[in-house]
Every structure is written in structure tokens, then in C-alpha cells.
């Protein structure tokens, strides 16, 4: 299934078909495309080129790891995201490297790279659900995650399924239309509030 992005401007196709799903096919992810996607994340501008991202990976084919995974997400995302093939934890370092001061960046540049990991999922053909459901102390104990570093987002990684699949609350989720508010709520421009000749038509 696709849910392309309905743009008022045109937009690079990759941006226009990323989107979340909660249906996935049951075929795995070869690990070097799965590789592929940690890449690009690995190539994301950061502050101070700090890159404080770092990813708990585990597919399904490894299955006392990907037990451990589901086990952090609240009910509600376990119920989907179990069908995913790759489940990860974006964490972030919340402190520099270099001299230990906190790097009010780290979870902004988490973001973005998880955002070039979705993009480049989306190339292969590949969707990302990214969870903020899920127990995040219980993730920092199960997973050993030092005292310095935040987990950030759950991420469920796999090959679009049917959304017959799905239970039929989430089924009607799945087909709806994908929404945004209108640029002329956040391009703004001189003031808050203003917003920006730019997208104004
Ligand atoms: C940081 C973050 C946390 C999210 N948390 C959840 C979540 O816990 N459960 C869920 O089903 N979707 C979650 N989502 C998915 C969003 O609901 C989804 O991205 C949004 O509705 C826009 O839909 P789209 O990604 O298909 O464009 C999350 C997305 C992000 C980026």
C-alpha cells in the first residue's frame, strides 16, 4: 500500500512516499540493506559533528533479542509493531564526548538521523514506523544503557503489508488520508506569528 503525500509545492517522490505503517509483510530485510539504512543515519549533520545517536537493533530471526525489544513497547504498539521484521531503539548521548558538558542537540540530531534512516528505507522500499510508546526506564535496564545516555524513539522497519491484516480500529488508521497542517502555520517570517510571504499564496 502507498500513501503518498498530498503537497501544496513539489517534493523529492522519497519525502512524498515515506510514511508510517503498521501493516508489514512477513519477508525479512537482507542485513546488508538493513546495513544500508544505519548508513545513511551515520551520514546526518550533527553540533559539533558530535553524532550522540546510536541504535539497539534486532530482527526477528534472533528471537530472544526481539523479545527483549517488543517486551519495552507500551500494549498498544507491541500488538503491530510484533509483525515487523526489525525493531531498533534510537537512543541518544546527552553529553559531549570530549568533556562530558551537556550537548543540548543530542536528541535533535537523533532525529535527523533517523529521519535520513527513514529516507533511505523509503528508497529501498522499506517503511519506518517510529514509537514513542515504550517504557524508557525499563528499556535503559533491559538493554544496559549507560546513565549518560537517553533512549529516544522505538522504530519498527520492514516491507509494507496488507492492511486487511490488521485489526479493524487500526485498519481504518492505516487507509486514512495522511495529514499536515498548512505551511502558513509554521513558515513564518519578521515575527512569531507571521507568517512568511512565502508560502502564502
Ligand atoms: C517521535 C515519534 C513518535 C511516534 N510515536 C508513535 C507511537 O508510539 N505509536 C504509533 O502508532 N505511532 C507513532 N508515531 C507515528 C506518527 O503518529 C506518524 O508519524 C504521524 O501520524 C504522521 O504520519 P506519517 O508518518 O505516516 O506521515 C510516532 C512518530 C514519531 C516521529
Not at 533511505?120 to 544496559?144: I, N, P, S
Amino acid at each position: 500500500m502507498q500513501k503518498p503525500a498530498s503537497t501544496d509545492f513539489p517534493v523529492h517522490d522519497l519525502i512524498r512516499d515515506r510514511w508510517s505503517p503498521r501493516a508489514f509483510a512477513g519477508k525479512p530485510v537482507e542485513p546488508a540493506l538493513l546495513a544500508s539504512l544505519f548508513e545513511a543515519a551515520r551520514w546526518a549533520p550533527s553540533s559539533n559533528n558530535e553524532q550522540p545517536w546510536a541504535y539497539l537493533v534486532a530482527t526477528n530471526d534472533d528471537a530472544e533479542n526481539f523479545a527483549k525489544t517488543l517486551s519495552v513497547l507500551v500494549e498498544f504498539n507491541a500488538g503491530w509493531a510484533k509483525n515487523a521484521p526489525v525493531l531498533a531503539l534510537a537512543v541518544s548521548r546527552l553529553n559531549f564526548q570530549s568533556n562530558n558538558t551537556p550537548n543540548r542537540n543530542a536528541f535533535y540530531d537523533t532525529g535527523a538521523a533517523t529521519a535520513l534512516l527513514s529516507v533511505e528505507a523509503t528508497a529501498r522500499g522499506l517503511l519506518v514506523h517510529q514509537m514513542a510508546g515504550f517504557d524508557h526506564v525499563k528499556a535503559k535496564l533491559v538493554f544496559e544503557i549507560p546513565l549518560d545516555c537517553e533512549p529516544i524513539a522505538a522504530i519498527a522497519i520492514g516491507y509494507p503489508g496488507d492492511p486487511d491484516s490488521l485489526p479493524q480500529k487500526l485498519r481504518d488508521r492505516e487507509v486514512a488520508p495522511r495529514t499536515r497542517k498548512p505551511l502558513a502555520e509554521f513558515v513564518m517570517s519578521g515575527r512569531w506569528g507571521h507568517t512568511s510571504p512565502i508560502v502564502s499564496r
